[in-house]
């Protein structure tokens, strides 16, 4: 009998059978939360010309009330064609570089401006208000790391930088199963003892919130040949497939013996972890597949427990694992004797931290408890309950 692991054997396990995808090359337009598959370096300067801070004048370092005649101006895109004489400004906007012969930039609001010249009422110190050709980065300066998920920020980086496209790695090949003759497509009628396929829904969406591409998601009839075609069509076309339901002792339970039928090597099967004890894992060369519970609770929980950090391991984000942090519980939380908990939970800021506040009924098929949480809240494996106000780890949903 295959022994059930803790939640952190289980993600190592899962974690060591993961192979990074191959890059691919793309369109900075097209590369929003793509994963960099190769260091990024600067192409240029950034800015690759001094320019002004500031709308004003460009004018030589000196003191106030000098008297000066406006010579010329520089525009953005549409740089001053001569140099800065003796006794000259040159009117300048903000982002216009920086005529050749000025060393600095007097506000438009530093001056009173009459009739071609301007009076300056300040002193002006040598490089005021001026932005020096790579202040913000030197050529070859490496300014974003493989690894580094691409969000707006980090997309402006790399469009300062002076590049067009970069390496990023693959996006992970996603098929969704979920095996079930109860199942029904959203919003169809329901007739006795059938229900409404939530997990195909929610297990397609959170696959794609992790980076990958979803290439079918369906639902499998309970019976063995159903089961196996299934399988079978969804690893010709998969780097990973999520399924759910299925994966126990029942009679009409046919994944694991499909699965193993298709060769693909059992890793370990149940988890010291409620909700989703009963959550498998394998492998066939490099794909991975995952079989989980069939309760819409447990399968969320161990799709962001063990499915996720892989995905984002096969795109090469150096941390799967999402850092956890500390919080007190709203209210008494039992403890269960060999399993931990994995509580969905909302985080309430207060003066001394998080406080870990459960979200109604707690329970595998109760979805409501999803909703609005934050967080996943875990208390330990023991006998008795963890008192409102204790500790607990959380880590985010």
Do not use: Y
């Not at 906007?93 to 506000?107: E, I």
């Not at 991975?288 to 799709?303: K, Q």
Request: hydrophobic letters at 45%; proline letters at 9%.
């Amino acid at each position: 009998m295959t022994v059930p692991l803790k939640i952190s054997e289980a993600r190592e396990r899962v974690l060591a059978a993961v192979s990074p995808l191959p890059s691919e090359p793309v369109a900075l337009a097209n590369a929003l939360d793509r994963v960099l598959a190769a260091e990024l370096a600067a192409t240029t300067d950034v800015p690759h010309f001094d320019n002004s801070a500031m709308d004003g004048f460009a004018v030589a370092p000196g003191p106030s009330r000098r008297l000066l005649r406006i010579a010329g101006e520089s525009r953005a895109g549409l740089p001053a064609t001569a140099p800065l004489g003796p006794g000259e400004a040159i009117r300048i906007s903000t982002g216009a570089a920086l005529p050749l012969g000025a060393g600095a930039v007097v506000r438009v609001e530093d001056v009173v401006e009459n009739d071609g010249r301007i009076v300056l009422e300040v002193p002006v110190a040598p490089g005021e208000n001026v932005r020096r050709a790579g202040e913000d980065l030197r050529a070859g300066t490496v300014v974003l790391r493989r690894g580094t998920t691409l969000g707006p920020a980090e997309l402006a980086v790399a469009v300062g930088a002076g590049v067009a496209k970069v390496d990023v790695a693959r996006r992970p090949r996603v098929a969704v199963l979920c095996t079930g003759d109860e199942l029904r497509e959203p919003g169809v009628p329901l007739g006795p003892g059938e229900i409404h396929n939530s997990n195909q829904i929610v297990l397609a969406a959170l696959a794609r919130k992790a980076g990958a591409e979803v290439v079918e998601a369906r639902a499998v009839p309970d019976d063995r040949d159903s089961t196996e075609r299934a399988f079978a069509d969804a690893l010709q076309r998969a780097d990973v497939v999520i399924a759910s339901g299925g994966v126990s002792v029942g009679p009409h339970d046919h994944v694991k013996p499909a699965l193993a039928e298709l060769g693909v090597e059992e890793s370990f099967w149940r988890v010291l972890l409620q909700p989703g004890g009963p959550t498998w894992f394998g492998t066939r060369g490099s794909q991975l597949v995952f079989g989980l519970p069939g309760n819409p609770v447990s399968s969320h929980v161990t799709f962001v427990l063990f499915a996720r950090p892989a995905l984002l391991a096969l795109q090469g984000v150096k941390q799967p694992l999402p850092p956890r942090g500390d919080a007190t519980l709203s209210e008494p939380i039992v403890r269960r004797d060999r399993r931990e908990r994995a509580i969905p939970v909302r985080l309430e800021g207060t003066d001394t931290g998080f406080r870990a506040v459960p979200l109604g009924l707690q329970g595998s098929h109760i979805t409501s408890s999803l909703s609005g949480a934050a967080a996943l809240a875990f208390v330990p494996p023991g006998e008795g309950a963890i008192d409102a106000g204790g500790h607990v780890e959380v880590e985010p949903l």
